[in-house]
C-alpha cells in the first residue's frame, strides 16, 4: 500500500461517528429533554469520555517513555482535563457553596492553559503529530470534530448562527454535537498514538540500544 492511500484509510469508527452526527438533528426531537440537563445522561457521557481520553493518554505517556509521543500524550492529558471541568461548569454543582473555590477554577483554568501553549513550543508536541499524520490523517474524524464544534455553536446561538428550533431542542442537539466531538477527539488521539505505538515496537525490536536512545531523545 502506498504511503497516500495510507493517509487516506478510514476507520469503522470514524463512519459510525460521521453517521450519529447526521443523526443529531432529528435525535434531538426525539430524545427525552431532560437528557440535555446540568448532570444529565449527556452531559455524564461526555465528562465519562473526557476522563477516559485522559487516562488513555497517561497510559500511553507510561508506555511510550522517553519517545517524543510520551511528551504529546502529558501535554494532551491536562488538555483533557480542561474540556471536562468546562462541561461540569468548573465545578459549580459539586461546589456547592464554597465560593472561593469556584473563583479559583476559572483563573487556575486561564493559568493552565497558557503553561500549555508554552509547553507546547518549549516541547515541540506537533512533530510526533506530524509523523503520525504523515502516515495516516484521521481526516474524517477532524471533520466529525468541526462539525460537532459547528452544531454546538449554532445551537447556542453564537456567531450569528441560530437553529429554528424550540429550546430544549436546541439544547439536546447541542449536548450530542458536543458529544460526538469529543468521541471524534479519542479516535483521533488513538490514531496518533496507534501509528507511534508501532513504531515503538519495531524500534524496539530492531535497533540497538544506542539508536533507541537517539530516537527517543
Request: proline residues 5%; charged residues 15%; neutral net charge.
Amino acid at each position: 500500500m502506498s504511503r497516500a492511500s495510507s493517509r487516506l484509510q478510514v476507520g469503522h469508527g470514524e463512519w459510525a461517528l460521521l453517521a450519529a452526527l447526521t443523526a443529531c438533528l432529528p435525535a434531538s426531537l426525539l430524545l427525552p429533554a431532560a437528557w440535555s440537563r446540568e448532570g444529565g445522561p449527556l452531559e455524564s457521557l461526555q465528562v465519562a469520555l473526557l476522563v477516559m481520553g485522559c487516562v488513555l493518554a497517561l497510559s500511553m505517556a507510561l508506555r511510550a517513555w522517553p519517545f517524543r509521543v510520551a511528551r504529546l500524550a502529558l501535554w494532551v492529558a491536562p488538555v483533557w482535563l480542561l474540556l471536562a471541568g468546562r462541561e461540569l461548569s468548573w465545578g459549580r454543582e459539586w461546589l456547592g457553596n464554597l465560593v472561593w473555590l469556584q473563583l479559583l477554577a476559572r483563573p487556575g483554568a486561564i493559568v493552565l492553559l497558557a503553561w500549555l501553549l508554552f509547553s507546547a513550543w518549549r516541547d515541540r508536541i506537533d512533530e510526533p503529530l506530524r509523523a503520525a499524520f504523515a502516515r495516516r490523517t484521521p481526516w474524517l474524524g477532524l471533520l466529525v470534530v468541526l462539525g460537532g464544534a459547528m452544531g454546538a455553536t449554532c445551537a447556542e446561538g453564537h456567531m450569528s448562527c441560530h437553529l429554528p428550533m424550540a429550546e430544549p431542542h436546541a439544547q439536546l442537539f447541542e449536548e450530542l454535537s458536543e458529544l460526538l466531538a469529543y468521541g471524534a477527539l479519542c479516535v483521533i488521539q488513538h490514531v496518533v498514538f496507534q501509528q507511534h505505538a508501532a513504531r515503538i515496537a519495531a524500534w524496539s525490536s530492531a535497533l540497538p540500544v544506542e539508536a533507541k536512545v537517539e530516537e527517543a531523545g
